[in-house]
Nanobody, 124 residues
């Protein structure tokens, strides 16, 4: 059982930056793909970004390309989502998830363990 805890959310203005963190409870974290998803009220949880075990393969949802950067620190069992040039439409609860199977996935069903989420609110 992998426990994930997100942090770093908050209320910011459009154009500002935030860095989300995801802390994992297990050393096997380095063996898993990590994904970030987000969910706005009334909407489905959607894929944001994913990073492979070694960090050499990364995938982003189109609307965040060039603004968000996913990274990981396998020594510290942590993952990060640097979010720059934030827009009001980025407002959502952001979730960290891990995938125990090989390869990346953009599907919610491809991930086995989830954190509790952290709220990001971007005002215009």
């Amino acid at each position: 059982q992998v426990q994930l805890v997100e942090s770093g959310g908050g209320l910011v203005q459009a154009g500002d930056s935030l860095r989300l963190s995801c802390a994992a409870s297990e050393r096997t974290f380095s063996s898993y793909t990590v994904g970030w998803f987000r969910q706005s009220p009334g909407k489905e949880r959607e894929f944001v970004a994913a990073i492979s075990r070694s960090g050499n393969i990364i995938n982003y949802e189109d609307s965040v390309k060039g603004r968000f950067t996913i990274s990981r620190d396998n020594v510290k069992n942590m993952a990060f989502l640097q979010m720059n040039s934030l827009k009001p439409e980025d407002t959502a609860v952001y979730y960290c998830a891990v995938r125990t199977l090989l390869g990346l996935s953009v599907s919610r069903s491809g991930y086995n363990y989830w954190g509790q989420g952290t709220q990001v609110t971007v005002s215009s």
